[in-house]
């Protein structure tokens, strides 16, 4: 069973760092293609960052590049996002995603908060 599970928000003021994790169960992290989406309020979601398995390397939207870095550890199981130079336009509810044997997996999301 696929699972989930992302951990690391919190309110923070502009210009602040955090750091994502994404806890996974059921998948290997390298042979996948892992995402970051986020969504704010009264918007659609919408993509952030992808690793891309094994060999495949990264992408960014270009409202994130050169801020945000997304890795994996593979021991862990885990996917994580660095959020540096955090912008009020970064809040959001944050969410790991998974397409694994032709269904998107979620999780249930971490809420970042960037004000001063």
């Known amino acids: 069973q696929v699972r989930l599970v992302e951990s690391g928000g919190g309110l923070v003021q502009p210009g602040d760092s955090l750091r994502l994790s994404c806890r996974t169960a059921?998948?290997?992290?390298?042979?996948?293609?892992m995402n970051w989406f986020r969504q704010a309020p009264g918007k659609e979601r919408e993509f952030v960052a992808v690793?891309?398995?094994?060999?495949?390397?990264?992408e960014y939207a270009d409202s994130v590049k050169g801020r945000f870095t997304i890795s994996r550890d593979y021991a862990r199981s885990t996917i994580f996002l660095q959020m540096n130079n955090l912008k009020p336009e970064d809040t959001a509810k944050y969410f790991c995603?998974?397409?694994?044997?032709?269904?998107?997996?979620w999780g249930q999301g971490t809420q970042v908060t960037v004000s001063s």
């Open positions: 995603t998974v397409v694994f044997r032709g269904n998107a997996y």
């Open positions: 059921g998948i290997v992290v390298n042979r996948m293609n």
């Open positions: 690793r891309k398995s094994e060999g495949g390397g990264t």
